[in-house]
Every structure is written in structure tokens, then in C-alpha cells.
């Protein structure tokens, strides 16, 4: 990547993170109406005119040297080798073309539902041609990298039309509040980075604010992230041709946290783009920006935040004066270990139980480390969930080796012991956090954030991964014509794999059971509310809630003599959704809705069944007599069940 281009990426992320830091603190200590607006953008360019001024300019480094293969001979290139990134474009469109004609408003678990087949065989086609563009050093790699990285992380934003998952729709929810009426209370010291850029951006370019809230993890970790890789690592690492299909393998990782926005997810990028970068911090504009990508993934979302912040200080300190090394170590990698759990504790002693619930009571097993064998289906579905299920092990492998090799070359990968050492604090920290209760979720929730912390230990051994890449690819590279071509296509083959294992799935192996909010869910709440009187409760699955948001927002809620309740069920909190759990799973009686209604203190209650329900013909002739009245959506796609109190 060339220079210019690299330092604009770096004042870009540098003026992204500002906007994100300032625009959390104004929100927190104001509100984000046009003043707040206008308090955010004179702060932070201020902020940025100061550190241009003073930031030095950053030199190269390089750290790996590959080993030498052979002497570098001209080749005569062939001719339809200038003919391949417009072959690669036209692949690309036809992908384009053939995930939005599979777009649907139907409930889907998978997007693969919509899809046709021959996509797989596309995108396989799209990554090996690639991979010869890269091969033959063709100007354009970058770019067409980059559009890879888009289009792999872009499925789930095309097939869905309404939205997919079930947190965004909450998140998009609260930033159109916040746009409405400036602020949103109580006010969270989390996820403010994220509702002050979105809300921001609408503002400024009156863009929606659904819009900008999908689109902003594939912005960010789709377009910018790998060019922050190709940026840096090709002034880390000697070979361009070798860092650029190192990245594309990189793609071989899963990257489920890619695929949709959450504040959870946008923090991880931030927090990845710290640790590329702090591979070659060299200067005053490289600690800067490390600094303040650090800092905006606190303000997003301080469980990737606080390692990263800690992480920005550790590679100063690195950097800094000798007599205060040890000790800032030992205060940083203590930190690394003990702050996520402390949180989480202090966290939770000072949280509402939620309903219904029980303690986590997840012990560590080494059962995790057994070898799966798929072998029930056919054998390309056998051999990608042979990947699938055993992907730890190459991800271990690679991090292994990566170590290794690190360790045999200590005198230029010296920077690589912070990396190994907080991601030993991390897993140290995992296994402290797994054995908290986390009592203010429900039941299937409360081993995700000790899983997150997993998730944070392993990011920060990416570093080795890529150096085992990097390696490996130049061993295959040494290799005779037959070998070389048959490992590259086979890595082309788990690239796609990767994609496929990266989003829900409903195959004969896997269910991920979560259906998407669909245009039934949306005409049923529309029915609820134009029939419904005042003052309702509705008892209806967290899709059905969600298109209640989507459609009205945060437009009721009801107090009660422990807490306010959403008049939809929300299963990360309030108590509505117990009683919707009873209705589905005991039976869909009068009293039980009546005790849901005798809480929030209405005389109306409705409980709504999709048809995608596992038990739907024996829940719906059970309801049609403990009913007042029903009503059928889309021919029977969603029932709405009226239950008037008795008086």
C-alpha cells in the first residue's frame, strides 16, 4: 500500500476513533441533541489539528524476513494474466447478483436457505482467482482484497431485508431514541461510543439511522480493517505478494463477529486494529493512534476496551524508559487478569437477578480437545464439518507455530512477548470469570461473557497466527508446481468453508435454531396495535419483540414494585418473558397470561404463536380454547391469541 494512502488510513482511523471517544463523553456528561453535535465535531477536530501538528512522521520496519527460495528470474507473463482482475470483477457481480435475488422477509434460520448452491462454487472460483491476481503482483490486488474481505462479511446484510439477529434491532432502536430526543436514560457507561457515531453520522448526512447502524461493522471490519493489514504489514513483514495472501488466508478463521453490527463486535475491531498496529509502532503518530483506537473500543464497549487500553499503555511502556519495564508489566498483566472478573463480580452483586434463573455452574473440561469424525452425510458435507468441528486444532497449530517461530527469531519478534503474556492473562482471566454466576442474565446466556474473554485471549495471539501463515506460505511457494497448486486450491477450499461455518446454519449437522424477524412478525404487531386497547401486554417469542421495536420503539412500559417492564417480552431482562416461556413450553392458559397481566396492571394480554414453533399444531388448538378471541396473519404464518381479564 502506498505511503500516502497508509498515512490517510491512519488520520482516518485516528479522526473515527476521536469522533467516537468525544462523542461518548459529550453524550454522558450532555446529550446528543445539535449542540451536543456541534460540541463533538469542534472537540475533536481541535484534537486532531493538535495532533497533526505535533505527531512525527513514521519510518518503516521490518521484522520477518522470509527465507530465501530462489534467485528472482523475469517470467514472460501470460496473456490472459492481464485479463484476470476483469474476470475477477465479473465474478464478483454475478456473487453480487446472486445473493440479492436470494434477499427474503421471510423467518430463516440460515441465509443458506435462500441461496443457491451455485454461490459456493463461485465464491471458491472468486478466491482462487485471486489468489493468481496476488500471485502475478497485479496492481490492483489491494483493492480486489479488500472488496474479498466486503463481500464475505456483506451475506447476512443482503439476504436479510428486515435484519438480521436479535440485538441490533435494540441497539437500532435506542439510537433512533436518542436521535428523537437526545439522550436515553439511565445512561450506560457501555455502547456509547457506538450511539454517539451513528447518531452523529445521521445528524450530519440525515443517512437513516438503520442504515448507518448495518453497515457500520462491514465498514469497519470489512473495508478498513484489512486495509489497516495490508498497511502495516507489509512494512512488518518483507515479502508484499506473501503479507497479501496471508491476509487472504486469514479468511480461513472463523468471523461470525464480522457479519452484523453490536457494540460487542465493533470494539473487537477497534481492538484488533490496536493489536495490527502496535506491531510497528515506531513514532508520536503511532502511539497516538494506537491510543486512540484503544480508547474508542473502551468507549464502545469497555470488555474489549479495558484490554486494549491496557495494551496501549504495555507497548509505551515497551517503548519507554528501562527502570519502570518490570513493574509496568507486572501492574498491566495483573490488570490483564484480574480487572474483566472484578467488573463482572461487582457487576453482578450490584444487578437484579433475572427471573427464573440459575447460577453458572460451567466447570473448565478438556473434552473440548476431542477429534470429531463427521461421517453421517455425503462427502463434501463430511469433509466441511470435518473442518468445522475441529477448527480449534488448526487454530492452535497456527498459533503454536507462529509461537515457535517467534521464539527462534527473539531478537526481531522481541515485541511479540506482549502479546503471548497478555493473552496468557486473558485465558487466566477466562478461567476466573467462568466460575462467576452472572445472575442477571438467563440461564443460556451467562457463560457468553467468560466465552467473550476467550475470544479477547485469542485475538491477541493473531499476531503468531499470521506469522505461521506467512511461513507456511512461503514453504508452499518453494514447493514443485503439482504440490504448490493443489495446497493453494485446498486453502481456497477452506476460505470457503470458513464462509459457510461463519453464518447460521441448518443443515443435517448443525441447527442454529434462531429464526429471523419476518414481515409476518411486523404485520403482527401492526394488528396489535391498531385493535389493541391503551394499555396491552403481549407474550410473544424475541422476534415478535423485536418487530415490535423495529415498528414503535420503546413505547411502553409498565412499573411495577421491583423494576419498569417492556410490554414485550425481552429476554435479557424483565419478567415477561418467563411467562411467555410457560405459555410455549406447559400450556397457553388463561391464568398464566393473567398472572403476566395482574403485574403490569392491564386487562388485556395477548400471546402471539408462529408457525415456525416446534410444538405449533398442539399450542394452537390449546390456545383457541383458553382464548377470547384469535386472529390469523398471512394465512396462518403468526396467531395472535386476545385474553380479556376476568373481572
Not at 450490584?350 to 455425503?378: C, M, Q, R, V, Y
Not at 416446534?614 to 398471512?634: G, N, P, R, T, V
Request: hydrophobic share 50%; charged share 15%.
Amino acid at each position: 500500500m502506498p505511503i500516502k494512502l497508509d498515512k490517510n488510513l491512519k488520520y482516518f482511523l485516528i479522526a473515527a476513533s476521536l469522533l467516537i471517544s468525544w462523542g461518548a463523553i459529550v453524550y454522558r456528561l450532555y446529550k446528543l441533541d445539535y449542540i451536543g453535535v456541534i460540541i463533538i465535531l469542534i472537540l475533536a477536530s481541535l484534537s486532531f489539528i493538535i495532533i497533526l501538528r505535533f505527531a512525527k512522521k513514521f519510518n518503516k520496519q521490518t521484522i520477518i524476513k522470509p527465507e530465501k527460495i530462489a534467485k528472482r528470474q523475469k517470467h514472460k507473463k501470460p496473456f490472459f494474466a492481464f485479463f484476470v482482475p476483469v474476470i475477477y470483477l465479473f465474478l464478483f457481480a454475478a456473487s453480487i447478483y446472486i445473493l440479492f435475488t436470494a434477499r427474503t422477509s421471510e423467518a430463516i434460520i440460515s441465509p443458506w436457505q435462500t441461496i443457491h448452491p451455485f454461490f459456493y462454487a463461485l465464491y471458491f472460483l472468486l478466491t482462487a482467482c485471486l489468489l493468481f491476481i496476488i500471485a502475478q503482483k497485479k496492481p490492483l490486488a489491494n483493492l480486489l482484497i479488500i472488496l474479498h474481505y466486503a463481500l464475505s462479511f456483506s451475506i447476512a446484510l443482503i439476504i436479510y431485508k428486515i435484519g438480521y439477529g436479535f440485538d441490533p434491532f435494540i441497539h437500532q432502536a435506542t439510537e433512533e431514541l436518542i436521535a428523537k430526543t437526545g439522550e436515553v436514560n439511565p445512561k450506560p457507561f457501555y455502547y456509547l461510543g457506538q450511539y454517539a457515531l451513528v447518531v452523529l453520522l445521521n445528524k450530519i448526512t440525515l443517512i437513516p439511522i438503520i442504515y448507518l447502524d448495518k453497515i457500520l461493522v462491514l465498514f469497519f471490519g470489512g473495508i478498513v480493517l484489512p486495509a489497516a493489514m495490508l498497511a502495516v504489514l507489509t512494512k512488518w513483514l518483507e515479502s508484499k505478494k506473501i503479507v497479501q495472501i496471508t491476509i487472504l488466508f486469514l479468511l480461513i478463521l472463523p468471523f461470525s463477529f464480522l457479519i452484523v453490527t453490536t457494540p460487542q463486535n465493533l470494539a473487537y475491531i477497534f481492538l484488533i486494529s490496536t493489536l495490527i498496529y502496535s506491531l510497528n509502532c515506531k513514532n508520536t503518530l503511532d502511539y497516538i493512534n494506537i491510543f486512540l483506537l484503544s480508547l474508542a473500543a473502551f468507549f464502545i464497549h469497555p470488555l474489549a476496551g479495558i484490554p486494549a487500553l491496557l495494551f496501549a499503555c504495555l507497548i509505551i511502556i515497551y517503548n519507554g524508559k528501562i527502570k519502570i519495564k518490570k513493574i509496568g508489566y507486572f501492574i498491566i498483566y495483573s490488570s490483564m487478569a484480574l480487572a474483566l472478573p472484578v467488573a463482572f463480580f461487582f457487576f453482578e452483586k450490584n444487578t437484579k437477578s433475572a427471573s427464573g434463573i440459575s447460577s453458572n455452574s460451567e466447570t473448565f473440561s478438556f473434552s473440548f480437545l476431542n477429534i470429531s469424525l463427521p461421517d453421517k452425510e455425503n462427502v463434501i458435507l463430511n469433509t466441511v464439518y470435518f473442518f468445522i468441528f475441529n477448527i480449534k486444532y488448526i487454530l492452535i497449530l497456527l498459533a503454536v507455530s507462529g509461537i515457535i517461530i517467534a521464539i527462534k527469531r527473539r531478537k526481531k519478534c522481541k515485541i511479540l512477548s506482549l502479546y503471548f503474556f497478555s493473552s496468557l492473562a486473558l485465558f487466566f482471566s477466562y478461567f476466573l470469570s467462568a466460575k462467576l454466576p452472572f445472575a442477571f442474565l438467563i440461564n443460556y446466556e451467562q457463560a457468553n461473557y467468560s466465552n467473550r474473554i476467550l475470544s479477547l485471549a485469542c485475538f491477541f495471539l493473531l499476531p503468531f497466527i499470521i506469522i505461521a501463515f506467512y511461513q507456511l506460505i512461503i514453504k508452499i511457494f518453494a514447493q514443485n508446481k503439482i504440490i504448490k497448486y493443489s495446497l493453494l486450491i485446498f486453502f481456497c477450499f477452506l476460505i470457503s468453508v470458513s464462509l459457510y461455518s461463519s453464518y447460521p446454519r441448518y443443515d443435517h449437522y448443525f441447527n442454529s435454531h434462531g429464526y429471523s424477524v419476518s414481515k409476518s412478525d411486523l404485520n403482527a404487531v401492526k394488528w396489535i396495535e391498531n385493535n389493541a386497547p391503551k394499555n396491552f401486554i403481549v407474550l410473544a417469542n424475541q422476534q415478535t419483540s423485536v418487530a415490535s421495536l423495529c415498528s414503535f420503539g420503546f413505547k411502553k412500559y409498565y412499573k411495577t414494585d421491583k423494576e419498569e417492564i417492556f410490554y414485550y417480552p425481552i429476554p435479557t431482562g424483565g419478567s415477561l418473558y418467563q411467562y411467555y416461556l410457560d405459555m410455549v413450553y406447559e400450556k397457553p392458559s388463561r391464568k398464566t397470561i393473567g398472572l403476566a397481566m395482574n403485574l403490569a396492571g392491564v386487562n388485556t394480554g395477548y400471546f402471539v404463536l408462529n408457525k415456525y414453533w416446534w410444538a405449533f399444531d398442539k399450542i394452537l388448538a390449546e390456545a383457541k380454547l383458553e382464548a377470547d378471541s384469535w386472529q390469523e396473519i398471512d394465512n396462518g404464518e403468526v396467531y395472535i391469541f386476545e385474553f380479556k381479564k376476568i373481572k
